[in-house]
């Protein structure tokens, strides 16, 4: 095959939405966190409130660390960030969150965002963090009521492999460098 045909074929493997593929960790939990802050900026600018899904996913935990340790994330607007679970699994970071952001108590709420999508139909969240192993359990009922989905993908090959996520208008995916050699394919 050529390069042209097997990047092409490469490039139809990948998933739908932006993939930002950055080899360096923190580099890359960087462009993350930085997409997150402008979504919830931009959301307390026009709506006085940004609504956040969390993942309890282990692989987010440096994520989540990160958005509470770094600098460059302290005008975060926790203060009016309402924040969800993702579904009902262990919910240490989620805890750590709401208890170190310095958001009021009452808006860290303990419903499971998954459930409460397909409970209440006028619920919607601005933007949901999820791990690439939570794709498999993301429903198009959900990520129609989220107006933007970050995937952390740790692993290269799931990435390649996950097709489970519903298109969605404002889909990330941060993962490492994609070889795009022949041998890959």
Known sequence: RSTASAMTQKQEKLPEGIVIAIECE?????RASRQLMSKAVNSTETAGEFKLVLSSSELLDRFYQQLMVDPDL??????????????NGEDEAFQSIAF????????????????????????????????????GSITQTFAGKCSMLLVIADDRQKLIESS???KHEQLFWFTSTISLSEENL
Request: negative net charge.
């Open 164 to 166: 489970g996520l519903p």
């Open 26 to 30: 923190d580099e890359r939990l960087d």
């Open 100 to 135: 170190h952001s310095g958001m009021p108590e009452e808006n860290a709420h303990q419903e499971d965002a998954l459930a409460l999508c397909n409970s209440e139909s006028d619920v919607t969240f601005d933007c949901a963090v999820i791990s690439i192993d939570d794709v």
């Open 74 to 87: 302290r005008g975060m607007p926790w203060n009016a960030t309402q924040l969800w679970k993702l579904d």
